[in-house]
């Protein structure tokens, strides 16, 4: 079974967070929400509190098969975040798959991850997806990572995750039960 971590950072975009949590759950994915704070209890950008499973240091040194970076008004955080970010960065630089949605694509931007692929992001934060080639597309997936626009593809961003950690047969049979058109 693949495994995945979810990354909730105060002011995150909860649509982002969450469908990717329930997209992947329905699929089989074993997926672990992390707070990257110091408490498990999590606000997002439009005052919705949700509870991690774990804390950051309680996930350190765990492998998972995808990173999931959601964005939002906090995105800028993840870059105070050092352990977090060196993590990350030698996740995707040893292939490991990634998540980003929003304007947290500027962060695995910022850390060279995008080079030679194509990517998106939310508006106004291309200039950092630093090597990348910025596409006009919902979402897209180029080798280990796959990046999404924004709260408004995050079903179809998380569909995508599934298809990447399963297969496209088991991603359209979730989008087919979730009644997703």
Do not use: W
């Not at 089989?28 to 997002?44: I, N, P």
């Not at 939002?72 to 105070?80: N, R, V």
């Not at 796959?146 to 079903?155: K, N």
């Amino acid at each position: 079974m693949a495994n995945a971590a979810v990354f909730y950072l105060e002011n995150f975009e909860v649509v982002e967070a969450l469908a990717p949590v329930d997209v992947l759950r329905r699929g089989g994915v074993s997926v672990t929400t992390v707070s990257l704070g110091d408490e498990l209890a999590v606000r997002s950008s439009h005052g919705v509190t949700v509870t991690a499973d774990k804390l950051f240091s309680d996930i350190e040194e765990q492998d998972f098969d995808i990173l999931i970076l959601p964005g939002g008004a906090g995105t800028e955080g993840y870059m105070s975040k050092p352990e977090f970010l060196a993590k990350v960065k030698a996740h995707g630089e040893s292939g490991g798959k990634i998540g980003a949605i929003c304007a947290a694509p500027s962060v695995i931007g910022r850390l060279e991850l995008l080079r030679g692929k194509k990517a998106v992001c939310f508006p106004g934060y291309e200039k950092y997806l630093e090597g990348a080639e910025v596409i006009s597309a919902p979402f897209v997936t180029d080798g280990n990572v796959t990046t999404g626009r924004g709260a408004g593809v995050s079903v179809s961003f998380a569909l995508e995750l599934l298809a990447v950690l399963t297969d496209k047969g088991k991603s359209d049979e979730i989008k087919s039960k979730m009644q997703i058109f």
